[in-house]
């Protein structure tokens, strides 16, 4: 009798609606990797700042790929994220990316380039992946699908939160107008705007804690046939 294949969950939504920190805690207890695609935009970002190139379709974006690596790398329950081996885990969650990142995500050179590299991650199964496009476009064949999202509001004072913790100056209205800046900007993008895939368990996460988010999720695995071991339920 052969083992079941390892799983793909795809997890997908705005940001603040509790992705990262849902996904990172689901592929804990089912025994998979956690896969941040946010991080590898914010990554390629970080690297057109440094290098002032503009975020216009054409040859210097095509060259600027072809030169960068992104890597995730796993530590305890965390994900160090590599740029051409920096560490810039905490660099690429700084104000001048987070305005940034929504304008480099949308270039049909960056995400083609992206979700080359993401559909290899996820080729070998086992995998918790999260992001704006995960369900749609990446990984339309994941079993399991879910898309997070949550009132403006809320996921405003959410990010508020997690940017004081990090010791930045916050500034609530700021917060708030970003977020709506770049949840117009995902969802209207031309190519793999920000929209629940057909198949996917939607949940609003507004009155959720963590832990009502990671069950729910554990739950919809389950539902689909997969347990917290990382492969088929009993």
């Known amino acids: 009798m ?18 990262s920190t849902t996904a990172r805690e689901v592929a804990r207890r089912m025994g998979l990797c956690w896969v941040d695609t946010g ?16 975020p216009v379709s054409g040859e210097p974006v095509r060259e600027a790929l072809g030169g960068i690596s992104v890597d995730l790398v796993p530590e305890g329950e965390a994900l ?8 810039v885990t905490e660099r690429i969650r700084q104000a001048d990316v987070n305005r940034a990142v929504s304008r480099v995500a949308r270039l049909p050179q960056v995400r083609d380039a992206l979700v080359r590299w993401q559909r290899r991650l996820a080729a070998r199964g086992g995998v ?3 992001g704006r496009d995960i369900g749609t476009v990446v990984c339309p064949l994941a079993p399991v699908k879910v898309f997070l999202y949550a009132e403006l509001t ?24 970003d977020l709506a800046m770049r949840d117009t ?5 031309d190519i793999a705007p920000l929209v629940p895939a057909e198949d996917a368990v939607s949940l ?12 729910a999720v554990i739950r919809i695995a389950r539902a689909k046939g997969y347990g917290p071991a990382g492969g088929a339920s009993d």
């Open 2 to 19: 052969t083992d079941p294949p390892l799983p793909v969950i795809a997890i997908d939504g705005p940001a603040g609606a509790g992705k």
């Open 128 to 130: 918790v992946m999260e």
């Open 39 to 54: 991080a590898m935009y914010r990554a390629v970002t970080l690297w057109f700042l440094r290098h002032g190139i503009e």
């Open 204 to 215: 609003d996460t507004s009155n959720l804690t963590i832990e009502d988010q990671v069950e």
């Open 80 to 87: 160090r994220v590599l740029l051409c081996g920096e560490d």
């Open 185 to 189: 900007a995902d969802s209207t993008r």
């Open 154 to 177: 809320t996921r405003a004072s959410r990010r508020a939160l997690e940017l004081a913790a990090r010791g930045d100056v916050v500034d609530g209205e700021s917060v708030r107008r």
